[in-house]
C-alpha cells in the first residue's frame, strides 16, 4: 500500500524557515528517487527538488528555489525532507512528496504561506 504523509508546513514571515518532512511507504521508497512537488493557487503543481535513490543521492531544483531549498532523504526511516531558507509569497503554496517521476497516488500535503 502506498502512503505518503506531508509534514512541518505553516505561516511564515518573507524571509524565514521551515523544514518539511514526508514518510513513505518502504514499498516505493526503496525503489524510486523523490520529489517535492509544490501547487500554488491557480497553478498547476510543480516539481520543485528531486533525489536520486542511488548514485550518491544527485539532487537537482527548480531554478526558482535554487540556492534556498535543500532536499535530503533518510533510506533508514523512509523520509524525505526539505530545507526552505529564505522563502519568499512566491513559495507560497501546498507541498507534496511523492516518487519523481510522480505515481499516481497523492498525500493530502502541506501547506506553506509565506506572508510579505
Known amino acids: 500500500q502506498v502512503q505518503l504523509v506531508e509534514s512541518g508546513g505553516g505561516l511564515v514571515q518573507a524571509g524565514g524557515s521551515l523544514r518539511l518532512s514526508c514518510e513513505a511507504s518502504?514499498?516505493?521508497?526503496?525503489?524510486?528517487?523523490m520529489g517535492w512537488y509544490r501547487q500554488a493557487p491557480g497553478k498547476q503543481r510543480e516539481l520543485v527538488a528531486s533525489?536520486?535513490?542511488?548514485?550518491?543521492?544527485?539532487?537537482n531544483y527548480a531554478d526558482s528555489v535554487k540556492g534556498r531549498f535543500t532536499i535530503a532523504r533518510d533510506n533508514a526511516r523512509n523520509m524525505v525532507f526539505l530545507q526552505m531558507n529564505n522563502l519568499n509569497p512566491e513559495d507560497t503554496g501546498v507541498y507534496y512528496c511523492?516518487?519523481?517521476?510522480?505515481?499516481?497516488?497523492w498525500g493530502q500535503g502541506t501547506q506553506v504561506t509565506v506572508s510579505s
Open positions: 533525489i536520486t535513490l542511488l548514485g550518491g543521492s544527485v539532487t
Open positions: 518502504r514499498i516505493i521508497f526503496a525503489i524510486y528517487g
Open positions: 511523492n516518487t519523481y517521476p510522480p505515481q499516481p497516488y
